[in-house]
């Protein structure tokens, strides 16, 4: 299963975007959606996670400004990142855990990355 993220992009402080991530290949379910960020010389973090059901989890430093999203159908999850800082800044990856038969077991799966950058 391949993730292509696209939606990356330079932004002003206050400004927004909206990061896509979209899974291809042969997938009977995915479970869960993540998405992570990494700094320059910080550690990925975890931004904010969506399960299958909706139920979303974010990092304290996001809540409030960002909102993670799935549609099922199209095997495809979103972050709309509003009222952005410049500690925003950072590559943001998008992750999933997925099974591509019935039987089969779960693997992960990484996107390439997309760059968010904020200037103050």
């Known amino acids: 299963v391949q993730l292509v993220e696209s939606g990356g992009g330079f932004v002003q402080a206050g400004g927004s975007l909206r990061l896509s991530c979209a899974a291809s290949?042969?997938?009977?379910?995915?479970?869960?959606m993540t998405w992570y960020r990494q700094a320059p010389g910080k550690q990925r973090e975890l931004v904010a996670t969506?399960?299958?059901?909706?139920?979303?989890n974010y990092a304290d430093s996001v809540k409030g400004r960002f909102t993670i999203s799935r549609d099922n159908a199209k095997n495809t999850f979103y972050l709309q990142m509003s009222s952005l800082k410049p500690e925003d800044t950072a590559v943001y990856y998008c992750n999933t855990f997925y099974k591509s038969t019935y039987y089969s077991t779960y693997k992960s799966s990484w996107g390439q990355g997309t760059q968010v950058t904020v200037s103050s």
């Open positions: 969506i399960t299958s059901g909706g139920s979303t």
């Open positions: 290949g042969r997938i009977f379910c995915i479970h869960p």
